[in-house]
């Protein structure tokens, strides 16, 4: 289905006008033709209150034709079943009055920006029995409008398995906007809850590639080599690729993915506590590690200092028990209290 936009029907000022003469016209023609009867002219008289009561009686008709667009608002409107255009840009028009708009996803909210139901108002009003059919007919038209915005799509957090095989909850936010309206209403039944469904079936297929944090032996990017990508320090090149994998399940619909945010990222709550004492005790590794390399830089050069300075003579006994006292003392979770020997060291 390829799009066809309608741009010689932004007439609807003047015709509005057009209408308004005819139905003044209809209304003299009952009131001119009563007159005639009444002056015994039968057949005129007779002919101009038949013409004028019939067009009293259809004349809402035409006016059912007007559509008015606001800025970044389309209308794909169908005749008896055929598509036969889109009104896309803004402006006062006039199409064929048994035209009808299409929106399959009017009735559709989704947990987004910008998604809300058009409230009723009134096409035109001419008399007291006819505003009715023109609120009707309002309303429906500004509830088969749709949107070309740029709509954010906050997503539910869904559960998924990291590469690892560990449960972790993940949410994502997507930037998207209708591009072709023919694709979107007709190429898929409701495209709101399509893209819906594809944002969650993409966020599952790629977050299976990751794991949540740094492991070994690891192949993120399907190279075959392993490589540190993670969910937690690699976020901008996963939501790069959660964009791409929605972009390629929607562009049958005529939806353009403009970006894709991660919104919420966690283990899930049976294992949180465990993954958290994990991180903690490797974080204490990594701080031993770094508080042992350190203090034996701090001996050797202490040591070497010693040595250079020739301040004191010390054989290798004396230096164990030196380099032992120093790394206890640089190594210990609290300061080390100081015992002052008075007497000689032998």
Sequence with gaps: MKEKVLQKNKNGMGMLFLFILLYIAGIAAIVFGGVLINDGGSVPGILMLVVGI??????????CGLKILKPQEA??????????????????????????AVNPAAGTKLNQ??????????????????????????????????????????NSRQKINDCLGNPIEIGIAVMWKVTDTAKAVFNVDN?????????????RNIVRMYPYDVAE???????GIADEGSLRGSSEI???????????????????????RITYLAYAPEIAAVMLQRQQASAIVDARKMI???AVGMVEMALERLSEKEVVNLDEERKAAMVSNLLVVLCGNKDAQPVVNSGSLY
């Design 217 to 223: 032996n690891v192949d993120t990017t399907g190279d």
């Design 292 to 294: 042992v390399d350190g």
């Design 238 to 260: 996963v939501a790069e690729r959660i964009r791409k994998e929605i972009q390629n399940k929607v562009s049958d619909a005529g939806l353009e993915i403009i970006e894709a």
């Design 191 to 203: 495209y709101k809850e399509y893209l819906s469904l594809q944002c969650d079936s993409a966020l």
């Design 75 to 100: 209308l794909v409107l169908t005749l008896f079943g055929k598509y036969v255009g889109t009104l896309k840009e803004e402006g006062f028009y006039f199409v064929n009055p048994f035209c009808s």
């Design 54 to 63: 019939l067009y009293a009686v259809i004349g809402w008709i035409p006016f």
């Design 113 to 154: 920006s910008g998604d809300v139901k058009s409230g009723t108002g009134k096409l035109l009003q001419i008399s007291a029995s006819e505003s009715v059919n023109a609120e009707v007919a309002a309303a429906a038209i500004a509830g088969k409008k749709i949107s070309l915005k740029i709509m954010t799509l906050n």
